[in-house]
């Protein structure tokens, strides 16, 4: 079946350290893969996608690759603000018309 | 940025009463899917509708739950008869096209007793 396995939070770090959010993907085929983004009170946002292997989202100083060998898209940013803190959702979609989402890993940045 | 509008944010049911979810999704959008997530689990699909037609649904949307599109602009999930297990942040979203991204509601906290 198509799933989504994020890491487990929540996730604290200081201003300014290196965050990874792991995410890693089973897909019966060829998935477009995306993270959202959720702050306090609001609904999920696209925070970044990509749509085939070897593809870089990125957005707002985020990344993430799709690798298609270990079938991963994990999250990175090399310098965390308070205002990332957020719940973060890695998800995918084959057709487009159903997705596929994790968990969600809450951040929470400390100054 | 235009926004999905979800009402209530919060709702309080007993068990077996009849619940409707609203949403007002964005004007120009034609797809249209409710998720849910139960505390600590993933966000789950529930239905996607296109063209005034459930499109693909999940094994989680049984006849307890049904959606519509009344007028043009509201989309609405029913649940029938709530159980405790419906107790989620349930999650309106609208898409322009298949493969564009999603645009979500601030979601409806259904809380059933």
């Known amino acids: 079946g198509n799933s989504v396995t994020q890491m487990e939070g929540p996730v604290t770090l200081s201003e300014e350290a290196f965050l990874t959010i792991n995410c890693t993907y089973t897909a019966t085929g060829y998935p477009s893969l995306f993270w959202y983004v959720q702050y306090p009170g609001e609904g999920l946002q696209l925070l970044l996608k990509?749509?085939?292997?070897?593809d870089k989202g990125s957005n707002k100083g985020f990344e993430a690759t799709y690798r298609k060998e270990t079938t991963s898209f994990h999250l990175e940013k090399g310098s965390v603000q308070v205002s990332d803190s957020a719940v973060y959702f890695c998800?995918?979609?084959?057709?487009?018309?159903?997705?596929?989402f994790g968990t969600g890993t809450s951040l929470t940045v400390i100054p | 940025e235009p926004e999905v509008t979800q009402t209530p944010s919060h709702q309080v049911t007993q068990m077996g009463q009849e619940v409707i979810l609203r949403c007002v999704p964005i004007?120009?959008?034609?797809?249209f899917y409710w998720h849910r997530q139960i505390l600590g689990q993933k966000v789950e699909f529930l239905v996607s509708?296109?063209?005034?037609?459930?499109?693909?649904k999940s094994e989680i949307f049984d006849d307890q739950f049904s959606v519509e599109r009344p007028d043009g602009s509201n989309f609405t999930l029913k649940i029938r008869s709530t159980k405790l297990e419906d107790s989620a942040m349930y999650f309106c979203?609208?898409?322009?096209?298949?493969?564009?991204?999603?645009?979500f509601g601030s979601g409806t906290q259904l809380s059933v007793l």
């Open positions: 004007s120009n959008h034609l797809y």
């Open positions: 979203a609208g898409q322009g096209a298949p493969n564009e991204k999603l645009f």
């Open positions: 509708f296109y063209n005034n037609e459930i499109s693909e």
């Open positions: 998800a995918l979609t084959l057709r487009g018309n159903q997705f596929y």
């Open positions: 990509a749509t085939k292997a070897d």
